[in-house]
C-alpha cells in the first residue's frame, strides 16, 4: 500500500494538516462566539437609576420585615410599659437629678449634622488588574469605567460615625485596551452582558480603624469598609481600605480598594488562543470625586 496520497502528500502529513484545520476551526468558533454574544458594551439602565431600584427593593423587603414583627412587638409592649412603670417608681431622686443634668449637657452641646457627598460618575473611575500572558508576553491588564455611583453621609464633628451608601459599578462599560478582551469579560467572564449581571454592588456593613477623630477641609482620614461585594450573581464578604480628602466644605475626594481571587466568586477564564496564566488575584479599586447637595 502507497505511504503517499494521489497528489504525492505523504498520508500522514495529510492528516496532520487536516487536524490543524479543525483545530483552527473549533478555535475561531470559540472566538466568533465570544465576540457575538460580548455585545456592545451599552448600558441598559444608568448607576443612578441601579441605585433606586437597589434603595427601593431593600424598602421593599424592610417593610415586609416589619410588618411580620408587628404582632410580636405588640404582644411585648404591654409587659415592657408595666416593667418600666414599676421602674420608674422606685427610681431615686438623685438618679433623676443626674439624668436631668446629663439631658442638659447634652442639649447645650453643638449638633452633628451628617452631609450627604454624592459620586459625581464623570470624575471617578472604577478598575480592576490583574496579569496574564499575552501571546507569551507577561502583561498587566487594568479595566475601567466611569459608570459608579453611590454616597457618603460625613459626620465632620464624629467621623467615626459616616456611614456609605451602597455602590453600584456597570461592568458591561468595563473596558481595558483590548477589544476582543472587553467582549470576553462581558460574555463569558463577568456575564455583564446579560441585564442580571450588568452591574457590582458593594453594600457596606461597618467602617472601622479611623485615623482621626475629627476632620477639617484640607484633612485626610483612613479607614476601612466591610460589607458585601456581589459580582456576577456571587456575593461574598469583603473589606476595602479607603482615604478620604475633604476638599471643602461641598466635595471629598478620596480611594478605596481590595485585592480579592476571582475564583471566589466563580468567575472563569475562558480558554482561548493567546492567552494563559490569569492571575487569580484580582485588585479592585475605586478613585471618586462627590459632591454635596
Given amino acids: 500500500m502507497s505511504n503517499t496520497s494521489r497528489s504525492g502528500v505523504p498520508y500522514y502529513l495529510v492528516l496532520i494538516l487536516l487536524l490543524i484545520a479543525l483545530a483552527g476551526g473549533a478555535a475561531a468558533g470559540i472566538l466568533g462566539y465570544i465576540w457575538i454574544t460580548g455585545g456592545s458594551g451599552e ?17 421593599t423587603m424592610a417593610d415586609a420585615v416589619g410588618t411580620a414583627m408587628v404582632d410580636v412587638a405588640n404582644s411585648v409592649i404591654a409587659d415592657a410599659v408595666a416593667v418600666a412603670v414599676a421602674e420608674a417608681v422606685n427610681v431615686s431622686v438623685s438618679a433623676a437629678v443626674d439624668s436631668s443634668v446629663a439631658a442638659a449637657v447634652e442639649a447645650l452641646a453643638p449638633a452633628s449634622e451628617p452631609v450627604e457627598f454624592s459620586i459625581i460618575a464623570a470624575e471617578s473611575l ?33 467621623p467615626s460615625a459616616s456611614t456609605v451608601g451602597a455602590i453600584v459599578i456597570n461592568a458591561r462599560t468595563l473596558e481595558t485596551d483590548n477589544s476582543f478582551r472587553n467582549r470576553a469579560l462581558r460574555s463569558q467572564i463577568l456575564r455583564s452582558a446579560q441585564d442580571e449581571f450588568e452591574f457590582i454592588v458593594f453594600e457596606p456593613s461597618e467602617l472601622s480603624n479611623w485615623s482621626a477623630s475629627t476632620v477639617a477641609v484640607g484633612d485626610s482620614v483612613s479607614f476601612d469598609i466591610a460589607g458585601d461585594l456581589t459580582v456576577a450573581g456571587v456575593t461574598r464578604p469583603v473589606t476595602f481600605a479607603a482615604a478620604v480628602t475633604l476638599d471643602s466644605e461641598t466635595q471629598v475626594s478620596g480611594s478605596a480598594s481590595v485585592n480579592l481571587l476571582h475564583g471566589d466568586f466563580g468567575l472563569v477564564i475562558p480558554d482561548v488562543p493567546s492567552v494563559a496564566n490569569v492571575t487569580d488575584d484580582v485588585t479592585l479599586s475605586l478613585d471618586f470625586v462627590a459632591q454635596a447637595g
Avoid at 43 to 59: K, W
Avoid at 148 to 154: L, T
Fill in 126 to 158: 472604577a478598575s480592576f488588574t490583574l496579569e496574564e500572558d499575552l501571546r507569551g508576553v507577561r502583561t498587566t491588564v487594568i479595566g475601567s469605567t466611569s459608570e459608579v455611583g453611590g454616597s457618603i453621609m460625613v459626620d465632620l464633628a464624629n
Fill in 43 to 59: 448600558p441598559s439602565l444608568s448607576v443612578e437609576d441601579a441605585l433606586a431600584t437597589l434603595e427601593a427593593s431593600e424598602d
